[in-house]
């Protein structure tokens, strides 16, 4: 569900770093909004939970993808995704927007988007 950005680049600088699993950072796209970006989240942990827990093994396991804590990183892609509710955009995103009622075309009814707190059992 996210994008993300590899630490192969820092083999060259840092060679130790061979020696561990590939890190992956969530590259979280401008017009997204960060509760969007957590709830997302949500559903790429259940995916690998299930995913290691069930009798299937075929097919390679998802990336483990972790934030950056230094800065949020944003993805280079320029695309979004229409109609989606209002509280799914960054709203400073959706405030710079000439276009808003033509292209990007926000539903004004409101998503919450939390799950229940019992989403992991």
């Known amino acids: 569900m996210s994008s993300?950005?590899?630490d192969y680049d820092e083999l060259e600088d840092n060679p130790p770093?061979?020696?561990r699993a590939p890190?992956?950072?969530i590259l979280r796209p401008k017009w997204r909004a960060?509760?969007?970006s957590e709830w997302l989240q949500?559903?790429?942990a259940i995916y690998s939970i299930i995913r290691r827990t069930t009798m299937s093994r075929r097919g390679a396991y998802s990336h483990q993808r972790q934030q950056n804590g230094q800065?949020?990183?944003y993805s280079s892609q320029s695309s979004f995704v229409p109609d989606l509710p209002a509280s799914a955009y960054d709203p400073v995103w959706l405030?710079?927007?000439v276009d808003v009622d033509f292209a990007v075309r926000p539903v004004t009814t409101p998503f919450n988007f939390t799950h229940e707190p019992n989403v992991y059992q």
């Open 71 to 73: 800065r949020v990183k």
């Open 17 to 19: 770093s061979r020696l």
């Open 4 to 6: 993300d950005e590899s």
């Open 34 to 36: 960060e509760a969007l």
């Open 95 to 97: 405030q710079a927007r």
């Open 42 to 44: 949500t559903f790429d």
């Open 23 to 25: 890190r992956y950072y």
